[in-house]
């Protein structure tokens, strides 16, 4: 059974940092590509970065220069490294995972940026 469990996030100020976390079993981790998402309000999920397992990167144009993803595949875990937050980027993040084409997701973390 594929699980995915998110930890960090919660409240920051303008020009802050946050890390996110989020720890996968069930899967040969290496093997896949893991993605984060975010969700503001009243908007639909986008995709923020993603890493291979061989740890090649992409990055929404928005969060370029500020997000950085990685991954550790000793401990199945890929992280969201959040520098310079502004206040659109308050959303939920989710991590995402597509083993053989069924999609698992995270709970889900909220990410609030305000003064």
């Known amino acids: 059974q594929v699980q995915l469990v998110q930890s960090g996030g919660g409240l920051v100020q303008p020009g802050g940092s946050l890390r996110l976390f989020c720890a996968a079993s069930?899967?040969?981790?290496?093997?896949?590509?893991m993605d984060w998402y975010r969700q503001a309000p009243g908007k639909q999920r986008e995709l923020v970065a993603s890493?291979?397992?061989?740890?090649?990167?992409n990055y929404a144009d928005d969060v370029k220069g500020r997000f950085t993803i990685s991954r550790d595949n000793a401990k199945n875990t890929v992280y969201l490294q959040m520098n310079s937050l502004k206040p659109e980027d308050t959303a939920d993040y989710f991590c995402?995972?597509?083993?053989?084409?069924?999609?698992?997701w995270g709970q889900g973390t909220q990410i609030t940026v305000s003064s």
């Open positions: 890493i291979a397992g061989l740890r090649s990167t």
């Open positions: 995402h995972c597509r083993p053989q084409s069924d999609d698992y």
């Open positions: 069930g899967i040969m981790f290496s093997f896949y590509r």
